[in-house]
Nanobody
Framework: QVQLVESGGGLVQPGGSLRLSCAAS????????VGWYRQAPGKQRELVAA???????TYADSVKGRFTISRDIAKNTVYLQMNSLKPEDTAVYYC?????????WGQGTQVTVSS
């Protein structure tokens, strides 16, 4: 059984930082393209950052220079380091793993940026 478990969300003030984690069981993350998506109330889910199985990365323009995606192969975990957070970063953040016909989602973790 495949599980992706996100953690690290919470309430943070503007300008603050959070690190999200996505731990996988049942799959080997290094063989998948892993992305962080977010969905704010009333908006569509959008890709924030992704790391490919070759370790190349891509970012949404809105988070470039502020967010960093990385992975720890030994821990089978992908991280999203979020710095200089803004109120518009408030959303539920989801982890996604894709390889060929396989597509897995985590349950999401809430990030709220507010003073």
């Amino acid at each position: 059984q495949v599980q992706l478990v996100e953690s690290g969300g919470g309430l943070v003030q503007p300008g603050g930082s959070l690190r999200l984690s996505c731990a996988a069981s049942g799959i080997i993350f290094a063989l998948y393209a892993v992305g962080w998506y977010r969905q704010a109330p009333g908006k569509q889910r959008e890709l924030v950052a992704a790391i490919m199985n070759g370790a190349s990365t891509t970012y949404a323009d809105s988070v470039k220079g502020r967010f960093t995606i990385s992975r720890d192969i030994a821990k089978n975990t992908v991280y999203l380091q979020m710095n200089s957070l803004k109120p518009e970063d408030t959303a539920v953040y989801y982890c996604n793993a894709v390889a060929r016909s396989s597509n897995y989602w985590g349950q999401g973790t809430q990030v709220t940026v507010s003073s």
